[in-house]
T-cell receptor, first 115, second 114 residues
Framework: DTGVSQNPRHKITKRGQNVTFRCDPI?????LYWYRQTLGQGPEFLTY????????KSRLLSDRFSAERPKGSFSTLEIQRTEQGDSAMYLC?????????????FGPGTRLLVL | GNSVTQMEGPVTLSEEAFLTINCTYT??????LFWYVQYPGEGLQLLLK?????DKGSNKGFEATYRKETTSFHLEKGSVQVSDSAVYFC?????????????FGSGTQLTVLP
């Protein structure tokens, strides 16, 4: 069990550019989550996958944001036409499909800075 | 909707002092409650959890008891160490349809001085 990994760890981009982040969950975890964390705040939920199906999306996930998990393993989060307000830490988490098991295991995050 | 309110920081303590970080929640149904810790430069790590009323979660000397009557899940440690310096987040999970998200508090920064 190598834990949840995220790449890149840091990304600096110019306003208007597109960025894509990757998350590799713990193997055999079929649930995968994306959160956003701004400075001084707790993580806020963005979206949730069970296997390859995206089952839930937050109102925070505007049309510029899209997430995929094509084979039910890794996931990507893309932000199109980035804005300065998108600057944040993007966290990925995974959890197993076990009854009563709601513990989510987090990756180290991708810190995005939009200039 | 669900919400978590945490004691505002930052909190600064001397080594071996007693720690309490308050957490109260609002939720539908019967939530599970969590404390996560974020050390400098690292990701969120689960510290402890409780899944039903009166359960006590404990780990690394930290404890928290799920109090349904006061909707609270306060974090305590009897004797803090410098290595406990981190940001602590209270969180809840409550089923609502297919929702499986965690709802977090805003975090409490703890600094322990030698």
């Amino acid at each position: 069990d190598t834990g949840v990994s995220q790449n890149p760890r840091h990304k600096i981009t110019k306003r208007g550019q597109n960025v894509t982040f990757r998350c590799d969950p713990i193997s055999e975890h079929n649930r995968l989550y994306w959160y956003r964390q701004t400075l001084g705040q707790g993580p806020e939920f963005l979206t949730y996958f069970q296997n390859e199906a995206q089952l839930e999306k937050s109102r925070l996930l505007s049309d510029r944001f899209s997430a995929e998990r094509p084979k039910g393993s890794f996931s990507t989060l893309e932000i199109q036409r980035t804005e300065q307000g998108d600057s944040a830490m993007y966290l990925c988490a995974s959890s197993p499909r076990l009854a009563g098991q709601e513990t989510q295991y987090f990756g180290p995050g991708t810190r995005l800075l939009v200039l | 909707g669900n919400s978590v309110t945490q004691m505002e920081g930052p909190v600064t303590l001397s080594e071996e002092a007693f720690l309490t970080i308050n957490c109260t929640y609002t939720a539908t149904g019967y939530p599970s409650l969590f404390w996560y810790v974020q050390y400098p430069g690292e990701g969120l790590q689960l510290l402890l959890k409780a899944t039903k009323a009166d359960d006590k979660g404990s780990n690394k000397g930290f404890e928290a008891t799920y109090r349904k009557e006061t909707t609270s899940f306060h974090l305590e440690k009897g004797s803090v160490q410098v290595s406990d310096s981190a940001v602590y987040f209270c969180a809840l999970h409550s089923y609502s349809g297919s929702a499986r998200q965690l709802t977090f508090g805003s975090g409490t920064q703890l600094t322990v001085l030698p």
